[in-house]
Every structure is written in structure tokens, then in C-alpha cells.
């Protein structure tokens, strides 16, 4: 990839480069920050878009399809290269490329602030020929002319696909969050078929713990229900200790170990969760990116033989 990426082995320390600040510091920051953010939300999402009339809930189609098209189930590699992506609704120049470098040998991709705009399904389907694309409709901007929603992209058809729509919506604007919930294939070397549960979640965001909760618990649901491998990841939106904390402890419930974060200057939001694989590597980039105001996690994954698997 022309040295665009550095392939480094996970380093814990990389995430605490900030953590230099006194504890009153970031106490004060937890008091104000959700005011900011709640700020900030509406002037991106209600006043930019024109008005709150502007945003529609029009729902009844579930899901927006494109990219490749795969005309019979096929199964993902036992060993392969997963991304993980805010792209800010495809909102800042520079997104084509930046996908087109990121994607190239990516077997799997979740992104949360998707589109379905023609411009950027044109962007993302040129960028990597190779993706099919599922995008799990959350609400409709009548300015835009578009839904927004969660895109999980592979270079496979899955099994299934559910989407889930948040219990409860955004303040002002009233719009809820949508999660994708896709079942793929890995054949693992003995001639089994394992079922892989790939969970792609964009939490919801200005609401209390509560209601945070209720939507955390929608989601968890359907992982349980699943006792195979999983992949459970995304924008958490985790700005406060007490999100991060419940998101950890609900997924330590599940048997889900955290396979890599997105740390910011100040928050971590992303997050990928896993069951029943192996992190092989974590690879960052070796240049800012800045078609989105959240950095990309990309991992290399390997499905672990210890389970006993079952043809399905």
C-alpha cells in the first residue's frame, strides 16, 4: 500500500499519552462535556441540515444495498482484515481516497454515519469494487435527500441480516440509532462451518444513562442469542466513565474481550469487541486522516480453533 500504513503489535501504552492530566482536571471536563456535546449535536445535526423539520423518520424500508453484488453465500477467510469507521456521514473532502487506501485487502468494514446519498455510494463502491454493502436505515434528511445509518460492507454475501432501531431517540431532533446485526460463514480448516455474528453499532448519544442503557441492553439481546464467534463493534459513544464502565461490564458478560479503541484527545468512543477470535495485529495509520473527526481501527482477526464447531 505504498507505505501508507504502519503494522504495529498492539501497545497498551499508546492510549495513555494523554493521561498526564491532574484527576480535577478531567472531573471538570466530565461536568461540561456533555453540554458541549449536546451543543455541538444540534448545530451539526438539526441546524445544518436546515431545520428539525427537515429530519424524517422514514423507516419503512429497512436497508439501502450497493457496492458489488454476491450472488451466493460464500464464506469469509478463518484469518482476516477488519475495519472500523465513523466517516462523519461522509461530510469532509478527502473520504474516496482515504477509503480506497484504507480498504484494499479488507475482508470486512463497519461504518457508522453511512449514507445513502449517491455521491457517496458512488465513492465507496469505486473505491473498492470488491465490497457489498448493507446500510441499516436510522432517518431520513429531507434536505440531504438521504438516510443515514450504519454501512457494513464485505467481500461476501452473509447469511442474514437484521437491523435494530434504538428503544429511544436523540432529544430535539427525535431520531433514533440504528445497529446492523449480520451473520457470515468461515469454514475452518477440518471442513466446518462456524457461524460468525457481526454486531455494527452506532450508540445513542445525548440522552442519560438510562436511556443509554436501554439501548446497550436491545443490542446485547441479540448477541446472547448467538453462542458462536462475534465480532461487536463501533461508535459507542462512551463521553462519560459511567458509559464506559456499563459498556465493559455488559460486554465482559458476554464472554467479549476488547480487541483495540479509538483513543481522542480526550474520549474514546470506538471500540471493537470480540469473541472466539485472536487479534493478529493492529495496524494505525501513517498519516492524519482527516476526511472524518474519528480515526479509523483497523485489525487483523483470526478465528480461534478451541470451539467446537458444528456444521450449520
Given at each position: 500500500?505504498?507505505?501508507?500504513?504502519?503494522?504495529?503489535?498492539?501497545?497498551?501504552?499508546?492510549?495513555?499519552?494523554?493521561?498526564?492530566?491532574?484527576?480535577?482536571?478531567?472531573?471538570?471536563?466530565?461536568?461540561?462535556?456533555?453540554?458541549?456535546?449536546?451543543?455541538?449535536?444540534?448545530?451539526?445535526?438539526?441546524?445544518?441540515?436546515?431545520?428539525?423539520?427537515?429530519?424524517?423518520?422514514?423507516?419503512?424500508?429497512?436497508?439501502?444495498?450497493?457496492?458489488?453484488?454476491?450472488?451466493?453465500?460464500?464464506?469469509?477467510?478463518?484469518?482476516?482484515?477488519?475495519?472500523?469507521?465513523?466517516?462523519?456521514?461522509?461530510?469532509?473532502?478527502?473520504?474516496?481516497?482515504?477509503?480506497?487506501?484504507?480498504?484494499?485487502?479488507?475482508?470486512?468494514?463497519?461504518?457508522?454515519?453511512?449514507?445513502?446519498?449517491?455521491?457517496?455510494?458512488?465513492?465507496?463502491?469505486?473505491?473498492?469494487?470488491?465490497?457489498?454493502?448493507?446500510?441499516a436505515r436510522s432517518f431520513y434528511q429531507e434536505r440531504a435527500g438521504s438516510f443515514t445509518g450504519v454501512a457494513t460492507g464485505?467481500?461476501?454475501?452473509?447469511?442474514?441480516?437484521?437491523?435494530?432501531?434504538?428503544?429511544?431517540?436523540?432529544?430535539?431532533?427525535?431520531?433514533?440509532?440504528?445497529?446492523?446485526?449480520?451473520?457470515?460463514?468461515?469454514?475452518?480448516?477440518?471442513?466446518?462451518?462456524?457461524?460468525?455474528?457481526?454486531?455494527?453499532?452506532?450508540?445513542?448519544?445525548?440522552?442519560?444513562?438510562?436511556?443509554?442503557?436501554?439501548?446497550?441492553?436491545?443490542?446485547?439481546?441479540?448477541?446472547?442469542?448467538?453462542?458462536?464467534?462475534?465480532?461487536?463493534?463501533?461508535?459507542?459513544?462512551?463521553?462519560?466513565?459511567?458509559?464506559?464502565?456499563?459498556?465493559?461490564?455488559?460486554?465482559?458478560?458476554?464472554?467479549?474481550?476488547?480487541?483495540?479503541?479509538?483513543?481522542?484527545?480526550?474520549?474514546?468512543?470506538?471500540?471493537?469487541?470480540?469473541?472466539?477470535?485472536?487479534?493478529?495485529?493492529?495496524?494505525?495509520?501513517?498519516?492524519?486522516?482527516?476526511?472524518?473527526?474519528?480515526?479509523?481501527?483497523?485489525?487483523?482477526?483470526?478465528?480461534?480453533?478451541?470451539?467446537?464447531?458444528?456444521?450449520?
Amino acid at each position: 500500500m505504498g507505505g501508507l500504513y504502519n503494522v504495529k503489535k498492539f501497545d497498551s501504552t499508546r492510549t495513555n499519552r494523554a493521561g498526564s492530566c491532574a484527576t480535577s482536571d478531567r472531573r471538570w471536563l466530565a461536568r461540561i462535556l456533555p453540554c458541549v456535546l449536546l451543543f455541538l449535536a444540534l448545530a451539526d445535526g438539526a441546524f445544518a441540515s436546515g431545520t428539525c423539520q427537515d429530519i424524517v423518520n422514514k423507516t419503512a424500508n429497512d436497508f439501502t444495498f450497493f457496492g458489488a453484488r454476491h450472488g451466493e453465500n460464500k464464506t469469509l477467510p478463518t484469518r482476516l482484515r477488519l475495519i472500523v469507521w465513523n466517516v462523519y456521514k461522509g461530510g469532509k473532502p478527502g473520504l474516496a481516497t482515504d477509503f480506497q487506501d484504507l480498504s484494499q485487502s479488507a475482508q470486512l468494514v463497519l461504518l457508522q454515519e453511512a449514507t445513502d446519498h449517491p455521491k457517496f455510494m458512488t465513492e465507496l463502491s469505486n473505491a473498492n469494487e470488491s465490497i457489498s454493502w448493507a446500510m441499516a436505515r436510522s432517518f431520513y434528511q429531507e434536505r440531504a435527500g438521504s438516510f443515514t445509518g450504519v454501512a457494513t460492507g464485505s467481500t461476501v454475501k452473509p447469511l442474514a441480516q437484521k437491523k435494530l432501531l434504538s428503544p429511544v431517540s436523540e432529544p430535539i431532533t427525535n431520531t433514533p440509532k440504528s445497529t446492523l446485526v449480520s451473520d457470515f460463514a468461515m469454514v475452518t480448516p477440518d471442513g466446518y462451518v462456524e457461524r460468525v455474528r457481526v454486531v455494527n453499532m452506532h450508540a445513542i448519544n445525548f440522552v442519560g444513562n438510562f436511556s443509554f442503557m436501554l439501548h446497550i441492553k436491545q443490542v446485547i439481546r441479540a448477541i446472547r442469542e448467538h453462542d458462536g464467534p462475534v465480532i461487536f463493534a463501533g461508535d459507542f459513544n462512551t463521553w462519560s466513565p459511567w458509559r464506559t464502565w456499563f459498556l465493559h461490564q455488559a460486554a465482559k458478560r458476554l464472554g467479549l474481550s476488547q480487541a483495540h479503541h479509538s483513543p481522542g484527545l480526550f474520549l474514546t468512543l470506538d471500540y471493537i469487541f470480540t469473541r472466539g477470535f485472536k487479534r493478529i495485529s493492529t495496524e494505525y495509520p501513517g498519516r492524519p486522516i482527516k476526511s472524518s473527526d474519528h480515526e479509523p481501527m483497523i485489525l487483523n482477526l483470526e478465528l480461534e480453533l478451541k470451539r467446537t464447531q458444528q456444521r450449520i
